[in-house]
């Protein structure tokens, strides 16, 4: 079956710095998605990507549709101590079935 | 406008009972999609309903079921509980777009259910 491998597993940042985290999987996808989870709450979608190469994005956030449709990136500039939750990556097979990568735990210090 | 609500938020159940959890989904949306996500994992997909009918499954067993009401509502049903089926149940709401289509998943904030 899919595997979705999200890296690193955890990250400790300084309030300001960039964040970079990507997802590789072993099957293409034909969707791309990111989302973040907080304690207590649901995933909440951030970006959608549906064509390969394809780079969008969502004010600080930018995350990019890999060629090979294997693979994504998500990137944050300039984080704030509100960014801190766990990243998501999701592969899309039929619509909605989702595939979530094993996800990116990220702490911001102030 | 209401978002994906779910109940109940919590509930304890023993092993070998039987459980059954609420969704109703995102105003406007016809399609409501199940989830379980185990401790310090993403979320696996279960199943999805659409027009009151299982229109795709993930890799769970039949003791997993659902329901989708008239007015789109949802219910996910766990027979024979084990203490593997402990876990937050995510329900997701979209609606069709067109095809086979729908616009991204809107996720409710999940019921956690505890088997001991």
């Known amino acids: 079956g899919q595997q979705l491998n999200q890296s690193p597993q955890s990250m400790f940042i300084q309030e300001g710095e960039d964040v970079s985290m990507n997802c590789t999987s072993s099957?293409?996808?034909?969707?791309w998605l990111w989302y973040k989870q907080e304690p207590g709450e649901g995933p909440v979608l951030l970006i959608a990507?549906?064509?390969?190469?394809e780079l969008t994005s969502n004010g600080r956030l930018t995350a990019q549709f890999g060629i090979t449709r294997k693979d994504s990136f998500l990137n944050i500039s300039a984080s704030i101590p509100s960014d801190v939750g766990i990243y998501f990556c999701?592969?899309?097979?039929?619509?909605?079935?989702?595939?979530f990568g094993t996800g990116t735990r990220l702490t911001v210090i102030p | 406008d209401a978002g994906v609500t779910q109940s109940p938020t919590h509930l304890i159940k023993t092993r070998g009972q039987q459980v059954t959890l609420r969704c109703s989904p995102k105003?406007?949306?016809?399609?409501v999609s199940w989830y379980q996500q185990a401790l310090g994992q993403g979320p696996q997909f279960i199943f999805q309903?659409?027009?009151?009918?299982?229109?795709q499954r993930g890799n769970f067993p039949d003791r997993f079921s659902g329901h989708q009401f008239p007015n789109y509502s949802s219910e996910l049903n766990v027979n024979a509980l084990l203490l593997g089926d402990s876990a937050l149940y995510l329900c997701?709401?979209?609606?069709?777009?067109?095809?086979?289509?729908?616009?991204?998943?809107?996720f409710g904030n999940g019921t956690r259910l505890t088997v001991t």
């Open positions: 309903y659409y027009e009151e009918e299982e229109r």
């Open positions: 999701a592969g899309e097979t039929g619509a909605n079935n989702l595939f």
């Open positions: 997701a709401s979209s609606r069709v777009t067109g095809g086979s289509y729908n616009s991204p998943l809107h």
């Open positions: 099957s293409i996808f034909n969707t």
């Open positions: 105003s406007g949306h016809d399609t």
């Open positions: 990507l549906y064509k390969a190469g």
